[in-house]
């Protein structure tokens, strides 16, 4: 079993920066890939963001790239999302999630709201 912690979540204006960060803990060997999710309301889940063990390998939404960042710290089970000039459509519940080799399966934090709003 994985648990996932998210944090930093809030009420940004738009044009401003947050940065989420999520904790892995449990078995964390077996995790591979993890990454970002959001949920607006009213819509599907789709995915943000997400990165390789190794942090060799990152893909970015195109709606977010250049704006947002993924990174990954092994040593600290943690992966960030570092969201700058937040935008109104950027608004949602933002879920952190990872992917584990063995059993194949995904875990999900409990989700963390951001609001962009002025």
């Known amino acids: 079993q994985v648990q996932l912690v998210e944090s930093g979540g809030g009420l940004v204006q738009p044009g401003g920066s947050l940065r989420l960060s999520c904790a892995a803990s449990g078995n964390i060997f077996s995790i591979d890939a993890m990454g970002w999710y959001r949920q607006a309301p009213g819509e599907q889940r789709e995915l943000v963001a997400n990165?390789?063990?190794?942090?060799?390998?990152?893909y970015v939404d195109g709606s977010v790239k250049g704006r947002f960042t993924i990174s990954r710290d092994n040593a600290k089970n943690t992966v960030s999302l570092q969201m700058n000039s937040l935008k109104p459509e950027d608004t949602a519940v933002y879920y952190c999630n990872a992917h584990s080799e063995a059993p194949s399966r995904y875990y999900w934090g409990q989700g963390t709201q951001v609001t962009v709003s002025s």
């Open positions: 990165i390789a063990r190794g942090s060799s390998t990152t």
